[in-house]
């Protein structure tokens, strides 16, 4: 229990710091007083998870950020530090996840096609968004029926909901950056 009271006490300080608030100013957008900040930041406190709720939607932050270890203001993943997935059979697609601490309602991957190489895409929850960037090659995208065909600088968007894949039909290897975000945008295209 000292370590959450730790982690907390420390990622409050962070968050003010980073903000330029005051502890007053904390407890405002949290609607506590400001002893309660002074005491959770002393790393003693014992909050409930109504005083946490408060402090997370103040923050913008989920609860899980609230209490975990405290994140260096820095990191480094060397080379094949983060996970890889083999996908698509015999002729492979690696996946690469480029997000080494989990954002909730988003994930960006680095997908490398082989030549011939085909996957198909795992649908997405409904609301999700998906946007599709070719760095090299060339990949085939297909979105419940329609086909497009991106080269190096082209931009895919689509419901992630929706039955997708993937194919480099070109001899060398293709290469591109998918990100998934839980909310799409305002509107979805017609």
């Not at 990100?179 to 945008?185: E, F, I, K, S």
């Amino acid at each position: 229990m000292e370590a959450l009271s730790g982690h907390l006490a420390e990622n409050l300080r962070a968050q003010r710091a980073v903000r330029g608030w005051s502890q007053a100013r904390l407890a405002s957008a949290a609607s506590l007083p400001r002893s309660t900040v002074a005491n959770l930041e002393s790393g003693l406190a014992n909050p409930t998870l109504s005083v946490l709720v408060s402090l997370s939607g103040a923050l913008g932050l989920t609860l899980e950020e609230l209490l975990s270890r405290p994140r260096l203001r820095v990191e480094h993943f060397p080379a094949g530090s983060l996970p890889t997935k083999a996908r698509g059979g015999e002729r492979a697609v690696e996946v690469h996840k480029l997000m080494p601490h989990p954002i909730p309602g988003m994930e960006i991957d680095r997908m490398v096609l082989a030549a011939g190489a085909r996957m198909t895409g795992v649908p997405h929850r409904a609301g999700t968004y998906e946007y599709l960037y070719c760095v090299r090659g060339c990949i085939t995208l297909f979105v419940e029926g329609t086909r497009l065909v991106l080269e190096r600088g082209d931009l895919a968007a689509f419901s992630g909901d929706q039955k997708h894949g993937y194919h480099n039909r070109g001899d060398r290897v293709a290469e591109g950056f998918s990100v998934v975000t839980l909310r799409g945008p305002a509107t979805f295209p017609h």
